[in-house]
């Protein structure tokens, strides 16, 4: 890892999965979270529609949301929840439902997913300590699922309070690495790219995008992904990492 210190660098700015969160580690599979998650859903969609059967949920909404997932990154935004969600609620309550209630139920089936999510051991220390040296924290990260859904999981991991801009490409209608949401990030959190680093696990989506748009960048490489020679010629790559804890430990890695 190059050392970086830099005075002008103002902001950092994370990508979420595989980076700041773990969404895929514990004893249940991805699938077995989502299960149970669609009973949750169910048992609170149930209190307002009594037509509504689980079967009905899980075979029209889920399969069927789950199914158009699997082409959402050939795509330039997410593919709104909703769409596949209120079409098998009854008309009445279809017609009624406020967004509280839709709030709720995608909580009670993104609650599983948070329950088992993981970070870094003593990635607050991390945090804290960029935190201390006056460094500005963010997320941008792609989505599927509305941003509230991470940010249950942040305030249960006990670090929604580090990152007061948070932009996530379900809640927008751009995503990485279309330049639209880094410009949005950089607006709405008086951010400049120039004086702004870009942390993430992805060549493609985080790294390349952010030297593009004169941002520094790191790569979170825990897998031992191949960087290409030119992304390390470029001046404002500032290498990779293995752990976030790199970031403040000694040799230091970003200082004001």
Partial sequence: MNKFINNKIASIFFDFGN???????GKLSDNEKDFIGIKQMYEFLK???NELS????YEDFYLKWAEKLKTRNIC???YNALDFLLPV???KFKNQITDTQIISAFKYFHEPTVRFAECEKNI???????KNKNFKLGIISNSPIPGYCHDETLEYLGILEYFEN???SYDLNFKKPDKKIF??????SNSKFQESIFIGDSLELDIIPALKFNMKAILLNSKGIYIPDKIYRNNNFCGEIKYLKELTEDPVVLEQ
């Fill in 166 to 168: 948070r932009f996530y």
């Fill in 76 to 78: 330039k935004t997410e």
């Fill in 124 to 130: 607050i220390n991390t945090l804290q300590n960029l």
């Fill in 47 to 49: 209190n307002f529609d």
């Fill in 183 to 188: 410009d949005y990030a950089m607006n709405e």
């Fill in 54 to 57: 689980f079967t009905k949920l």
């Fill in 19 to 25: 980076t700041l969160v773990h969404y895929h580690n």
């Fill in 89 to 91: 609620l009854n008309s």
